[in-house]
């Protein structure tokens, strides 16, 4: 689950660029769910930076890796540090993606950009 202060995100739910200033409140749970593993949480705009011309897409917004199954992510390791969204123009989708991890993460380097981000890798 993901929250914005007392706000649950959903999927199509519209939320305020003001009210995401500050990282979300977010527990990874569900059908794999696993307390013993480790997940990597990843959040990425794919309209950045317009939904008529995502020629910067997919825009990087947060990376967090080894959180434990029954944590917050703030329990895991930030890799790219949260940037909340402000879309410059139109209405952005947010995707947040949480990959259960094998072992924890020994080495992960940071992208030297934040634009054009491709989550398959």
Not at 49 to 74: C, F, K, Q, Y
Request: net charge neutral.
């Amino acid at each position: 689950t993901v929250h914005y202060g007392p706000k649950q995100v959903t999927n199509g739910c519209e939320i305020k660029p003001s009210a995401t200033v500050h990282r979300p409140n977010l527990q990874i749970a569900g059908r794999h769910f696993d307390d013993n593993k480790l997940f990597t949480l990843v959040m990425t705009d794919p309209d950045a930076p317009s939904p008529s011309e995502p020629n910067m897409r997919e825009w990087l917004h947060w990376i967090v890796t080894d959180i434990p199954g029954a944590a917050d992510a703030s329990q895991g390791r930030e890799i790219v540090p949260y940037m909340g969204p402000r879309p410059p123009i139109g209405i952005h989708r947010y995707v947040f993606v949480a990959f259960r991890q094998q072992d924890p993460m020994v080495m992960m380097m940071a992208p030297q950009v934040r634009h054009n981000f491709s989550i398959e890798g």
